[in-house]
């Protein structure tokens, strides 16, 4: 079978803030796609603004570089930059489907952590080969040797027991911040012995193989990705398989539904570093843009027109959290937003169904209110961040988990929990996740006064866990979890042990009022802030709920006080985000969510309305 040895497809995978958006800047940089002196961001594939914020890497993106052989003949790796964050899964399962081999990066110093474990588990099910990379080799609390055990000990624990030669993967040894890279392993701490990533590129050369097809092929293109462009419109990223495409070609589009429609191609583009360039033609294994079909959308495959052969739909991991997401309902709806109805508020989440393959949305008993499900509270969280940026108003509901029916017996996903923390920490810890059903699997003590504890626990009894962790740990614990399956329902457990001070009344939050509040718990509003009757202004330390006034005012009289008026020393407003605010939420409580604030709000606004809803709930 004839192969393209012009071409080579890779893919880097790695769990959250182990380097790989890094390296790729690396490996541009040293291709020649950026000019010497040019004036380049770090981090230059994460170009959404939510992407640089939080330092994670949200849609996988390709980009493409050159390689010169040392015979002279140039040879375009195509790289696809993959999140590390699980919940964001989806994006690493397309990715997937655009190579032909997986660059695994781990840190030197943390080791596989549940996402590694994730990805890993994503490219041997694709039976992909692997180059692993030990990324940071230069950082001082580096453990070379203990990393490289540990990933083999993660292959094992991942292969079947017939896999044995996805063992016989290269080790790479790295420092994508340095931009070099050695075959040979450095001592701990220390930079590799080569000045360029050279080695790496080799590695590429020699373990990825290059894309292979049959002469004179049917045309086969696989829709992996979508993007857009204010010239062009909707474009489809794909990946062609067999035959050719070209520049005004007549295709079969072989659509979702098992329909196949004709249509022209107006556009076709080829990625050169981060730019897309047009091109007339496209062969087997090369990763392209086209412009030309509206509605196309992903897993959707183009082909000859004479004889169309669609390639399967592509299949991600079924959803795991779930929220409502509605227009906002409070007296201060209105005030910041510019789209505010249902019908805009439907029209944007069908568009966000079109470009991510791992989010639902369902109808519910009302018309102005949709549950979306999703792979974890972070991605749900992103996409609210992302309508608030575009100017919508929303009520968002509490996270919920996804159950389902296996064997006539309600399931619940269940979730890989591994947490890095100070010794001092540990019964603490382990006492919080036995609130919380969490069931202990692994306990490694690293001998530096660090200890590793891995948890399979209810996916439910981490909603929230993240600010808990942080308070109870001073801030120094780590905590990283991904999607392990299901298991029977755990039944039921309190995850919040406090409750909420909630505004019993509309108007304006005064100094006076604080001063006297601020004993009976800490509070989300400061003076001058606009509040309602329903809407949760502070954390009440004790489990039951309480209803204050935060309007109160000082009343005046024309008696001079001796003393004159003492200045009210009030404690500064805990400012919370918005994951933060979802984690907060108790069962019967939202956020309303505006271009301008985030505010938590009980689901039934009016206190004698909750009184009677409390009171049919006992009954």
């Known amino acids: 079978m004839p192969i393209r040895n012009d071409l080579r497809n890779v893919a880097i995978v790695a769990h959250v803030d182990h380097g790989k958006t890094t390296m790729v800047d690396a490996m541009l940089w040293q291709s020649g796609a950026f000019r ?52 964001f899964g989806g994006e690493v399962e397309r990715g997937l489907e655009m190579v032909d081999g997986v660059i695994l990066l781990v840190d030197s110093s943390e080791g596989p952590l549940p996402q590694t474990r994730f990805v890993l588990r994503k490219a041997l099910a694709k039976k992909l080969p692997l180059i692993v990379v030990i990324n940071k080799v230069d950082r001082p609390d580096a453990r070379i040797d203990h990393v490289v055990e540990a990933t083999y000990d993660l292959f094992m624990d991942l292969l079947d027991d017939d896999a044995g030669d996805a063992l016989d993967f290269p080790i790479v040894y790295a420092s994508a911040k340095a931009g070099r890279a050695s075959l ?27 894309p292979s097809y049959e002469e004179g092929g049917t045309l086969q293109a696989h829709v992996t990705n979508l993007d857009a462009s204010p010239y062009l419109g909707r474009l489809a990223l794909l990946r062609v398989v067999a035959g050719e495409l070209r520049r005004g070609q007549q295709v079969a589009w072989c659509k979702q539904d098992g329909t196949i429609q004709n249509v022209k191609l107006t556009e076709l583009l080829r990625t050169e570093a981060l730019d897309r360039v ?75 169904l079109i470009g991510n393959v791992s989010i639902r949305v369902n109808q519910t008993e009302r018309p102005d209110t949709w549950e979306v499900q999703g792979r974890g509270e972070l991605q749900l969280a992103i996409l609210v961040e992302m309508m608030r940026r575009e100017s919508f108003e929303l009520t968002v509901g509490k996270p919920q988990v996804v159950t ?28 919080l996740m036995g609130l919380r059903r969490g069931r202990m699997e692994q306990m490694v003590n690293h001998g530096t006064g660090w200890v590793r504890l891995e948890f399979i626990v209810p996916a439910r009894g981490l909603i929230g866990f993240r600010t808990e962790f942080l308070t ?21 457990f309190r995850t919040r042990p406090t409750g909420s001070l909630v505004a019993d009344r509309i108007g304006t939050v005064t100094s006076f009022a604080l001063f006297n509040l601020q004993e009976r718990g800490s509070m989300f509003v400061g003076p001058g802030a606009e509040v309602y009757e329903g809407m949760i202004v502070g954390e009440n330390p004790r489990a039951e709920d309480m209803d ?53 709000r009980k689901v039934i606004l009016s206190q004698t309305d909750r009184a009677k809803a409390k009171r049919a709930a006992k009954h």
């Open 278 to 352: 047009p091109a007339e033609s496209a062969g087997p294994g090369d990763i392209v843009a086209i412009a030309g079909i509206p509605e196309i959308t992903i897993g959707e495959t183009l082909s000859d027109p004479d004889n169309p052969k669609p390639l399967p739909l592509i299949h991600v991991d079924h959803p795991s959290i779930s929220m409502t997401i509605g227009i906002n309902t409070s007296p201060l709806a209105g005030k910041s937003g510019k789209n505010l109805t249902a019908r805009l508020l439907k029209a944007r989440l069908d568009q966000e």
């Open 404 to 431: 389902r029916l296996i064997d006539g017996k309600v399931h619940e996903p269940i979730e890989r929990l591994v947490i890095d923390i100070p010794e001092e920490f540990v019964g603490t810890v382990t006492q």
């Open 472 to 492: 109870e740990t001073r801030g120094t614990g780590i905590m990283n979890h991904v999607a392990e399956g299901y298991a029977p329902w755990a039944g039921d």
């Open 548 to 600: 204050v006034n935060p309007t109160k005012e000082k009343k005046l009289t024309n008696v001079r006080s001796a003393t004159g008026d003492e200045l009210e020393r009030l404690i500064p407003a805990k400012n919370l985000s918005m994951e933060q605010a979802l984690e907060f939420c108790a069962a019967d409580e939202c956020l309303e969510v505006t271009p301008d604030i985030v505010r938590i």
């Open 184 to 210: 040979t392993q450095p001592a701990d701490g220390e930079m590799p012995d080569s000045e360029n990533l050279m080695p790496l590129f080799d590695t590429i050369m020699s373990h990825v193989p290059a």
């Open 36 to 87: 010497e002196g040019s004036d380049v961001n770090n981090r230059v594939m994460d170009s959404m603004d939510l992407e640089r914020e939080k330092g994670i890497t949200i849609l996988a993106k390709n980009t493409a570089v050159k390689h010169m052989r040392p015979s002279g003949e140039a040879v375009t790796i195509n790289i696809i930059d993959t999140p590390g964050h699980a919940d």
